[in-house]
């Protein structure tokens, strides 16, 4: 069964990427973590912080969709679902171009 996007729409950034929130249909949290390295595969550039947020928020619903299929294949480790690299190319969402993610966001 499909999980369903939290109404929160929390997320919290750290080292190794975005983490956030998804529900089952019951109403149950599931945790998400999408890598650093994943969200840097969609644009193909080493980002910083700030932009690791802007990637996530541009293509959460994508990301979501990746998570909750991940879901479906009982692809959970320790109670959260991680997001790889190789997950977005089997997802077909790289090399994204998004106009928010300008310099200033990149890692230098």
């Known amino acids: 069964?499909?999980?369903?996007p939290c109404p929160f729409q929390s997320?919290?950034?750290?080292?190794?990427?975005?983490?956030?929130?998804?529900?089952?249909?019951?109403?149950?949290?599931?945790?998400?973590?999408?890598?650093?390295?994943?969200?840097?595969k969609l644009l193909s550039v080493t980002l910083g912080q700030q932009g690791l947020v802007v990637v996530?928020?541009?293509?959460?619903?994508?990301?979501?969709?990746?998570?909750?299929?991940?879901y479906d294949c009982s692809l959970v480790e320790r109670g959260l679902i991680v997001i790889r690299p190789e997950d977005i190319v089997k997802a077909g969402l790289v090399s994204l171009d998004l106009k928010r993610v300008d310099p200033i966001h990149r890692r230098a």
């Open 1 to 4: 069964m499909p999980l369903l």
């Open 11 to 40: 997320r919290e950034a750290a080292n190794a990427g975005i983490e956030f929130r998804m529900l089952t249909r019951k109403g149950v949290r599931v945790r998400c973590l999408v890598e650093r390295t994943a969200l840097e």
């Open 56 to 70: 996530f928020d541009e293509c959460r619903e994508l990301i979501e969709s990746v998570a909750s299929q991940k």
